[in-house]
């Protein structure tokens, strides 16, 4: 079974940090480009942060270039987002997403959520 379980979610004050794990199983993790999105209320998925299976190929929204790390550990099939200077704006549903590869092509996977709050 293809899926992806997030965790690490939480309530923290502005200026805070927070890190989110990902774990993938049932697909070639290590051929998976992966993703971090959020979704605040009342607004639609964005893209935040991206990786691609070389671990130095990444990329950011610009509002959290310099704030957030997206990183992988291909041997534990997880992958990161480390969330620092956490602003309010920074409130939402943070889903993982992958480029699953398996069946000789790749599919795009969605986890569950986690919900990240940034309050005083």
């Known amino acids: 079974q293809v899926q992806l379980v997030e965790s690490g979610g939480g309530l923290v004050q502005p200026e805070g940090s927070l890190r989110l794990s990902c774990v993938g199983s049932?697909?070639?993790?290590?051929?998976?480009?992966m993703s971090w999105y959020r979704q605040a209320p009342g607004k639609e998925r964005e893209l935040v942060a991206h990786?691609?299976?070389?671990?130095?190929?990444?990329n950011y929204e610009p509002a959290v270039k310099g704030r957030f790390t997206i990183s992988r550990d291909n041997g534990k099939n997880t992958v990161y987002l480390q969330m620092n200077r956490l602003q309010t704006h920074d409130t939402g549903v943070y889903y993982c997403?992958?480029?699953?590869?398996?069946?000789?092509?790749?599919?795009?996977?969605w986890g569950q959520g986690t919900q990240v709050t940034v309050s005083s």
């Open positions: 997403q992958a480029a699953a590869w398996y069946g000789n092509n790749w599919h795009p996977t």
């Open positions: 049932g697909f070639t993790f290590s051929r998976s480009p």
């Open positions: 990786i691609g299976t070389a671990e130095d190929a990444t």
